[in-house]
């Protein structure tokens, strides 16, 4: 069956950096749009970041545009998240997840598969 695990979370201090990871398993990585999605306590599921099935293409939110960086390596079926600067309000579950259909977007509605999300805290 289809597996995405994340890793790389933790606390960091206010303008640290973290890099998160996305192991797929089970599925044609590279047939797979993948995105970053984020959920904080009491707050909806919001997006991050996405990238096209060659990583020729991608798009953020206005939020963490210039900060945070995404990137895929067909070849070991991981996508990354690189992030910098981190604020506080970048305090988060942070989810990977796989859209078999379309272009990039931003809904996490055309999504097909998520991952279990990792912690990422953010101290002022």
């Known amino acids: 069956q289809v597996q995405l695990v994340e890793s790389g979370g933790g606390l960091v201090q206010a303008g640290g950096s973290l890099r998160l990871s996305c192991a797929a398993s089970?599925?044609?990585?590279?047939?797979?749009?993948m995105g970053w999605f984020r959920q904080a306590p009491g707050k909806e599921r919001e997006f991050v970041a996405a990238i096209s099935r060659r990583g020729g293409s991608t798009y953020y939110a206005d939020s963490v545009k210039g900060r945070f960086t995404i990137s895929r390596d067909n070849a070991k079926n991981t996508v990354y998240l690189q992030m910098n600067s981190l604020k506080p309000e970048d305090t988060a579950v942070y989810y990977c997840?796989?859209?078999?259909?379309?272009?990039?977007?931003?809904?996490?509605?055309?999504?097909?598969?998520w991952g279990q999300g990792t912690q990422v805290t953010v101290s002022s």
């Open positions: 089970g599925l044609t990585f590279s047939s797979y749009i």
């Open positions: 997840a796989a859209a078999m259909r379309g272009v990039i977007t931003a809904s996490p509605y055309d999504y097909d598969y």
